[in-house]
């Protein structure tokens, strides 16, 4: 495994402060850390963290589950870091936006499985929590769900190697969750199902639902006032998590 790029976001350069480890989305096969430069500075200062943003390695060039073996090695590097991060002795958490949602997830289950309480909370942005024809196929009424499979058709196309559900993972690892959903959202069913797995083996898991934001609105900061004032009241509940 080659270097893996990164980027930190200080909230507060002259003390220790919870760490954010967040990782973008794209389907695994585009954007990068330049994309989701914005969010993570919002992110950063609403949620009062340092935030440590991810650039692993994309499909097809790199095919699945190289993110995942990226992403696990940086979580695991952040933590045995955490003072160069400006973290030290604080809490640490996860998080990233629809296919970085996913990898978050997986993050914070193989960190907590090897040892319990490594990341305290995750914060899942529309995430994509699985990608199985057959499931997004059902809801066929559903224009959203028919964009969604199309596009998943895609992404597992590029990835080339399997890609598990959230669903059928051991979640018992997993930490408090907060979950953010859109009205016009694709991913939205799967989010609350994932939601009600987490309650149902005493996870906590809240869902912050906002009906005018699309599947991946809040790359849309610069565009959308109300993007970046719903981003920010997300960053405050997850600072609100962490202390």
């Known amino acids: 495994m080659g270097p893996i790029r990164c980027r930190l976001f200080r909230s507060n350069p002259d003390g220790p402060s919870p760490l954010l480890i967040f990782f973008h989305g794209g389907g695994f096969i585009s954007c990068d850390l330049d994309t989701h430069d914005e969010m993570c500075r919002v992110l950063a200062r609403s949620a009062g963290v340092q935030l440590l943003s991810v650039g692993y390695s994309l499909a097809p060039e790199a095919p699945y589950p190289r993110q995942l073996e990226e992403a696990i090695a940086i979580g695991r590097w952040a933590l045995a870091h955490a003072g160069t991060l400006g973290s030290e002795g604080a809490y640490t958490a996860v998080g990233g936006d629809s296919s970085g949602a996913y990898l978050a997830a997986r993050v914070a289950l193989a960190m907590n499985q090897s040892s319990a309480g490594q990341i305290r909370a995750q914060l899942l942005l529309y995430p994509l929590v699985q990608m199985d024809d057959a499931?997004?196929?059902?809801?066929?009424?559903?224009?959203?769900?028919?964009?969604?499979?199309?596009?998943?058709?895609?992404?597992?196309?590029?990835?080339?190697?399997?890609?598990?559900s959230l669903l059928t993972e051991d979640l018992s690892a997993a930490p408090a969750t907060m979950?953010?959903?859109?009205?016009?959202?694709?991913?939205?069913?799967?989010?609350?199902?994932?939601?009600?797995?987490?309650?149902?083996?005493?996870?906590?898991?809240?869902?912050?639902?906002?009906?005018?934001?699309?599947?991946g609105g809040f790359n849309l900061l610069h565009l959308s006032a109300r993007a970046r004032a719903d981003l920010t009241e997300v960053g405050g509940v997850l600072r609100a998590m962490l202390t």
């Open 135 to 164: 499931t997004w196929a059902r809801p066929t009424l559903s224009l959203g769900r028919v964009m969604g499979r199309i596009a998943t058709r895609l992404i597992r196309h590029y990835l080339g190697g399997a890609y598990s």
């Open 179 to 215: 979950l953010v959903t859109g009205g016009p959202d694709p991913t939205r069913e799967d989010t609350e199902a994932f939601a009600a797995a987490l309650k149902a083996i005493g996870v906590t898991a809240r869902i912050k639902h906002y009906p005018l934001m699309p599947h």
